[in-house]
């Protein structure tokens, strides 16, 4: 069974940026029906509980048709999240380092250009959706987006990094001032983390 992962600091480690309230909403309400939903799914053909949800996500084909649209949508909400909340912290932010930084500099420019653009990706997404630093087979770095919860599994890339911009992720705080969320986000940022997920 899948299950909610614990976050490795509290709801209110990333005041004033992303609110405590909103976290543990997102955390334990919104997150949670995801991993539920997700093994409610799993349960009518229980041989895919073997198999590791990055993989189902990646070939989402060969999920049985009548579960196919569930491990999408849950599934990839509970990847997804569990990627966001292990790539923020308390005290991070800044920029970028080692390998990283030289990736950066090398696919966008500068980090700057790189902020520039994965900002207004995450901007301009309209509905609900994720933007996303992900890689390709040959470690090329690529800004993407993804509506839902969709994510870069199914288009054979790599997630490194992914900004929620779901309603629920920001509505507390920000209202509908999805920019100002986005500029705040910057500043919880665990870099490393982002490093490891390559």
Request: glycine residues 8%; charged residues 20%; aromatic residues 12%.
């Amino acid at each position: 069974m899948h299950q909610l992962p614990l976050l490795s600091y509290a709801y209110d480690a990333l005041e004033p940026y992303i609110d405590a309230r909103t976290m543990e909403l997102h955390h334990q309400k919104h997150h949670q029906t995801y991993v539920d939903k997700l093994n409610t799914a799993l349960e009518k053909h229980p041989e895919l509980f073997e198999k590791p949800l990055e993989e189902l996500l990646k070939n989402l084909e060969a999920v049985p048709p009548d579960i196919r649209t569930s491990i999408r949508n849950h599934g990839g909400g509970h990847y997804n999240h569990s990627l966001f909340w292990r790539t923020m912290g308390p005290d991070k932010g800044g920029d970028p380092g080692g390998p990283l930084a030289e990736a950066v500099n090398q696919n966008f420019g500068d980090f700057a250009k790189f902020k520039e653009l994965f900002s207004q990706t995450a901007a301009n997404i309209f509905g609900s959706g994720w933007a996303w630093l992900a890689a390709d087979s040959a470690g090329k770095l690529q800004i993407i987006s993804t509506f839902n919860q969709d994510n870069p599994l199914t288009q054979g890339l790599k997630p490194l990094l992914g900004l929620d911009v779901w309603e629920h992720g920001y509505y507390l705080k920000y209202q509908n001032r999805r920019p100002e969320y986005i500029a705040a986000w910057w500043n919880v940022i665990n870099w490393e983390a982002v490093e490891k997920n390559g």
